[in-house]
């Protein structure tokens, strides 16, 4: 195999593989993660295959790459023994012994990739390279030929140098590894597996159920399987046939009780139940093979002189020195052991018994001397650690060192150990990590599994267990005070705990319980604080109560239970686990069969959260649109529906979090969401109609901006357009093609080397772009260009001077550097949101660069913040490294840590560490804020600081603002897009459940990038793409740097396609205007779902491929590859085809035809649509006459609205006119407020849903013409005042 083809395998695996580099010693480091441009430098050609040793010479498969194997037989196997279990055999030039192996096809990207030379085939070493010298043995070098066979197929080398034998690697297969000394003749027999398990307490018998490797059961299909033998000594064993070379397991207590399943045991061991997980352990009683290891490879365990029973209980193999082979030429052999080699369990309790002051770590005390300030006894408990003072022992003293000897000290030898149960592991560092980084984080490293993980164990916390206790209750008719008491439990699941906390339940109004926990004593603990203020700078408004809509109690001197009800019993928040650490907070909740979650992004999945189990992060980072991880904005709130009745829950907290679905069993799933700092501070909405959810949690975060009329308009943008003439030359070829545009955008390619507020004065001369804003203005069309909040370091740059002269940027974790990093043009800081200097900076800059070229709006994007470095940036060669410590310490029980908290939220779906593209996690804020407490606000923040310096600048106009990064809250300040997508029909697809969550999560202007931003788009798609952008709010064609031309034009079909759908968006533009202030006035949305209209219907509760703009307009897009025809959903009602006027029934499915240009489009009935143009500006649609398009439901009755302003003004006040409109027995009203002038008349009313045609029309007292056909009246040349009411009555 040549490197080029090796390194291919390598970069060609997704982000959802997972390592299985079994085995494998890996070295010389290659870093295969982004930005990486070494792929081709992979090293020697150490690998090829030995073709005549596959398995067929025929089949492909066989040719695997030796570093992407994974391990089928043992040493010893015949090419015939692996073909007949399925495998695959080849040999390997250069050291790489023939070897058996199955294909393992998944390899996680970004590891640090190595070549080897040395792959191990059946040693269970963690030390890949570990050897011992065997002094007793001085006959085992000889000639590989002259070796007779000591051991048998798949015996250790610890076994096999237990029982007296050489061991010594061989290349041949046919040589054995295990071998006798010269005159020696020991022939060392497997033995069968026996099993042996502690019977717990309260079981009244133990049952065993095996199956071997092929799934077969072994004693039998009758649960609950075998009664075995009981030593009635507390343990249980059963031994299973010589033939028997691996099993899979389970105990029970005669089928009521039963264990976790137990696989691929191959040796004798001892188990024990520990809460519910199974602990290998090694006081049984049996000769295990784990403890058959030689005199030289032990390490002591306990002191010297430790008894078996305390041995034992320290979960060590003990064997007195007296029965080893060849203790004559072995001195200072420990009798209790364990071996690095043969890494068990330590995990069982009395492990606190340390004697040894070697093996005791302190737990603790400072961080830089645990010893400088001791722990006492009750402190140290709590710390979950081992108190027991030996100081005061003269036979116990360090005298090499002279070292005190820690009184509290964490279990185990050496623990914080390695000696972790493979279910117990806590995954550390990245996904992928590699050894050499796995232990700069002090982390432990299993190479047979390349798993990283914490040292040391967290114990499962049970239900019941670590309760708080209420105390200290007050109740009011306004809401609930307590003090929650741990009453010195010590859960511990990750971070020493609370043992107070203060909690507050507000009776805010009648829909709304808030519900805040905080530690007692919180001026001790900044980092479990409330958001800053300034991240909502408005007062929550409270109502008084009339009739409360929900029901919370809690009752003296019982246990703290998160539940929440509604006023008539039913449950809605049914709280499992409640855990208040100092860095891990977590809550959890049943789900019923028949709930349905919608929210808790930003991520792409399906809107229906419940559909399917689920984990992903909320953690603002520039992730480009990969499914299910965290991307560009936060939102921990979500809606449950049950049984057609909502509520809605909003989690406070800035912090870093996971939220996940999982099943518990067939009937129910679970809710958790664990996060990662902060404190509780929640918010309850009793809606009931998801609809009233939204409006009660618009309160509550701030209800979106008011944005100006041309931001409906169609918006087109790529980042890669190289000069200014190009740009023009888009607007005019929108122009010549009839497709409407109203606002032209240009990423960052204007700027001079990237900078924020500069053009280049080559591609993008300010005069020449002067001239081309002057154009757009002549034509009413409209220009937004971007602004990243990452500054250029460059002493010559004047934002970079005026920003180090105000103090106004980001610092490193020390409080007094920079926090320097790399964005677009380079090394960049960062601007301080919560500096009180940042807006007259931030408002100053914006002002300068308007007075270049105006625009007419700001994008501002890499606003998580982004960054290029994984946190502080720094010249490798800078061994000072001031500008960061990239160095991040592990996490130590007790000890605060930003930069690798105890529990690691799904980063980047790999649990990558903070930092990854993103600030360092103790980058300092004014005011001593770090990111770890504020990461997910930097956006939003941005966001607040631009609209304020944007209506500075003008007060007068509305800003426009479009934010890639967002909060809950940000709609108040800016629009979305959803960032950087594919151009595939995935992405497509998942652009309607990501604009259906935003009409949830407060910012309903929203749109993905039409056609896709990443990768190649094509005819098919993006014509799809325009028919379904043109019903975005928020609509814009956006590409990427080095992809084909995408505009609309660029295809015949596409263009037609845009043509015809965005002729249907501005003509219903009067409609979208009136639901785009309604989202500012109102707190309602632009888009909705069928599940918020329809929350009874069965089938309407998933559905999210179809959505309705407004309540009246109903889209079904074409979302699948090649597809002319489409199945739509039509809910209960009267439907209408916006082309033809056709009408169908529901509820119904229905096969529409989709011909490449055409999307289905239809009226429901009971809506009045008030529409204008259609034209290719909003400027020009707005001289247009005015209609109505009435559709009616099945009692002929219909209703609408329409608002009207000068479409930019952002102080409106009373100069505003809304028209309702209604339709009830044959006659039509329109009546409304009128205060603002409207030019344009009503002309045309077209009524729909018509069986019969009238005998005449009377408009205003007078007799009207009229048309009638297909079911459809039309009353044209209507000449009404848009300014007045009217009446228009058909009469049959």
């Known amino acids: 195999m040549n490197n080029a083809i090796l390194v291919t395998q390598f970069k060609n695996f997704g982000p959802s593989s997972s390592s299985s580099l079994s085995g494998i010693d890996i070295s010389n480091s290659i870093d295969f993660g982004k930005g990486n441009s070494h792929g081709d430098d992979y090293g020697n050609d150490i690998l090829d295959f030995d073709s005549s040793s596959s398995s067929s010479s025929s089949s492909s498969l066989c040719f695997i790459d030796p570093l992407l194997r994974k391990e089928c037989g043992v040493h010893g196997i015949t090419r015939e023994q692996c073909l007949n279990m399925g495998c695959y055999s080849t040999s390997t030039k250069k050291s790489i012994k023939t070897s058996s192996y199955s294909i393992k096809n998944t390899l996680t990207p970004s590891i640090k990739a190595t070549t080897t030379t040395n792959i191990k085939t059946n040693s269970i070493s963690s030390k890949p390279n570990s050897t011992h010298t065997i002094k007793s043995k001085k006959n085992c070098v000889i000639n590989e030929n002259q070796r007779r066979e000591c051991g048998y197929l798949g015996i250790t080398k610890n076994e096999c140098e237990a029982g007296g034998c050489c061991w010594e690697e061989s290349n041949s297969h046919e040589i054995p590894w295990c071998f006798n000394e010269l005159g020696k003749s020991i022939q060392i027999e497997k033995e069968p597996i026996t099993v042996r398990f502690l019977k717990p307490e309260e079981w009244s018998t133990v049952n065993l159920w095996a199956w071997d490797a092929n799934g077969n059961n072994l004693y039998g299909d009758q649960w609950p399987g075998k009664p075995i033998h009981d030593l009635h000594n507390g343990w249980v064993s059963h031994t299973f046939p010589k033939n028997i070379g691996s099993v899979h397991l389970l105990f029970n207590d005669n089928g009521r009780e039963k264990t976790k399943d137990i696989h691929d045991i191959t040796k004798s061991t001892c188990l024990k139940l520990y809460r519910n997980e199974i602990l290998h352990t090694v006081d049984c009683n049996l000769n295990l093979s784990v403890c058959k290891i030689s005199a030289e490879s032990r390490i002591q365990c306990g002191s010297k002189d430790i008894s078996e029973d305390e041995c034992l209980d320290l979960n060590c193999c003990y064997q007195p020195t007296n029965k080893l082979l060849n203790t004559t030429t072995i001195t200072s052999v420990p009798s209790c052991y364990y071996s690095i080699d043969a890494p068990i369990n330590n995990k069982a309790n009395g492990s606190c018994n340390i004697m040894n002051p070697f093996q005791r770590t302190p737990c603790g005390g400072s961080s830089d001397d645990p010893m400088n300030h001791p722990l006492n006894e009750t402190e140290c408990k709590k710390m979950g650690c081992c108190y027991h003072e030996l100081s005061n022992d003269p036979s116990y003293t360090n005298t090499t060192t002279f070292t005190p000897i820690p009184s509290c000290f964490n279990h185990g030898p050496g623990v914080p150990s390695c000696i972790v149960d493979e279910t117990d592991r806590e995954r550390c560092g990245y996904e992928g990590i590699s050894q050499e980084d796995c232990k700069i984080q002090r982390c432990c490293y299993d190479s047979v599994r390349n798993q990283c993980f914490k040292k040391g164990i967290k114990s499962v916390i049970d239900k019941g267990d670590c309760v708080y206790t209420v105390t200290k209750l007050k109740s009011s008719d306004s809401g609930i005070k307590a003090v929650l008491d741990l009453k010195d439990k010590i859960c511990q699941k990750y971070d020493i705990d609370f043992q107070t906390l203060d909690f507050e339940a507000k009776f805010e109004t009648d829909t709304r319980l808030h519900i805040h926990i905080q530690p007692t004593d919180i001026e001790n603990y900044p980092h479990n604080t409330d958001i800053p203020k300034n991240a909502y700078p408005f007062e929550i408004e409270n109502e008084s109560h009339q009739n409360l809509q929900y029901s919370y109690h809690l009752e003296e001197g019982q246990n703290f239970q998160l539940k929440v009800k509604r006023s008539d019993g039913s449950l809605l928040f049914d709280g499992i686990s409640f855990i208040f650490e100092r860095q891990y907070l977590e809550i959890s909740k049943k789900l019923n069969p028949n709930s349905s979650i919608y929210g808790f992004g930003e991520v792409l ?511 079904t897009p074409v979302i699948e590859k090649g597809a002319t025809s489409v199945i739509g959903y039509f809910p209960e009602g009267i439907w209408y085809d916006w082309y033809t006027h056709d009408s169908l029934i529901g509820p119904t499915f229905k096969t529409l035809a989709a011909e490449l240009v055409h999307i289905p489009v239809h009226l429901r009935g009971g809506y009045i649509i008030p529409t204008q143009g259609p034209s290719l500006t909003i400027y020009d649609n707005r001289k247009k006459p005015f209609e109505l398009l009435i559709a009616l439901d099945h009692n002929g009755k219909a209703k609408g609205r329409l608002y009207l302003d000068d479409g930019i003004s952002i102080q409106v006040g009373q100069q505003f006119s809304e028209i309702e409109y209604s339709v009830e027995n044959g006659t039509l009203i329109g009546k409304g407020f009128y205060h603002y002038h409207e030019i344009q008349k009503l002309q045309e009313v077209t009524i729909l849903g018509m069986h019969n045609p009238p005998m005449k029309v009377i408009v205003n007292n007078q007799e009207s013409p009229f048309k009638f056909f297909n079911s459809t009246l039309v009353i044209d040349n209507l000449n009404l005042s848009m300014n007045h009411d009217f009446i228009i009555t058909w009469k049959k």
């Open 605 to 1115: 999945a399906p809107y229906r959260r419940n559909n399917q189990e689920t984990q992903h992060a909320l953690f603002n980072t520039d992730n480009a649109t990969p499914i299910g991880q965290n991307l560009y904005g936060s939102h921990p709130f979500y809606i449950e529906l049950m049984d057609g009745k909502a509520y809605g829950f909003f989690l406070k907290n800035s912090h870093g979090m996971d939220f996940s679905i999982t099943k518990k069993d067939a009937n129910i799933d679970v809710m958790t969401i664990q996060i990662i700092g902060g404190n509780f501070d929640m918010y309850f909405f009793m809606g009931p109609s998801m609809e009233e959810v939204v409006k009660q949690y618009y309160k509550v975060i701030g209800a979106p901006a008011l944005l100006p009329y041309w931001a409906l308009g169609w918006h087109q943008c790529r980042y890669g357009y190289k000069t200014i003439w190009e740009v023009e030359m888009v607007v005019e070829n929108y122009r010549k093609n009839a497709i409407p545009l109203d606002t032209m955008w240009i990423d960052i390619d204007f700027m001079d080397h990237y900078k924020d507020f500069t053009y280049d004065s080559e591609r993008f001369p300010v005069s020449e772009v002067r001239k081309f804003v002057k154009s757009l203005k002549k034509n009413h069309q409209y220009y937004v260009n971007m602004i990243d909040p990452a500054i250029a370091i460059d002493e010559r740059y004047g934002p970079y001077r005026r920003g180090i002269e105000k103090d106004i940027f980001i610092k490193d974790f020390t409080g007094k550097n920079y926090f320097v990093g790399e964005v677009w043009p380079g090394q960049t800081v960062f601007p301080d949101w919560h500096h009180p200097d940042i807006l007259d900076y931030w408002t100053n800059e914006i002002r300068r660069f308007k007075n270049l070229a105006m625009t007419d709006g700001h994008w501002i994007d890499m606003n998580e913040a982004a960054n290029f470095c994984d946190g502080a940036c720094r010249d490798d060669n800078d061994n000072d490294n001031d500008n960061g410590n990239n160095w991040d310490p592990p996490f130590n029980l007790g000890e605060f840590n930003p930069r690798v908290p105890p529990f690691s939220i799904n980063h980047f779906g790999q649990k990558a560490p903070l930092k990854t593209k993103n600030l360092d996690m103790d980058a300092t804020y004014y005011g001593g804020l770090i990111d770890y407490d504020i990461h997910n606000i930097y956006g939003h923040m941005e966001a607040i600081i631009t609209n304020k310096a944007l209506l500075s600048i003008d007060p007068k106009k509305r800003p426009f603002l479009l934010s890639r990064s967002t909060f809950p809250g940000t709609g108040q300040y800016a629009a979305h897009w959803l960032g950087d997508n594919h151009s595939d029909w995935e992405h497509l697809y998942y652009s309607i459940p990501g604009m259906l969550n935003f009409q949830l999560f407060g910012i309903p202007m929203v749109g993905s990038d039409v056609c896709g931003f990443v990768f190649d788009s094509n005819e098919e798609l993006c014509a799809r793409w325009m028919e379904l952008g043109a019903f975005n709010p928020f609509a814009r064609n956006h590409n990427g740097l080095g992809y084909r031309d995408q505009e609309p034009y660029v295809w015949p079909l596409v263009a037609e396609a845009s043509r015809r759908a965005l002729s249907i968006r501005y003509k219903i533009m009067p409609y979208l205007y009136t639901l785009l202030v309604r989202t500012h006035t109102h707190s309602e949305m632009i888009l909705y779902s069928f599940a918020m209209e329809w929350p009874h219907d069965a089938n309407a509760i998933a559905i999210d491929k179809q959505f309705l703009v407004g309540k009246g307009i109903l889209i």
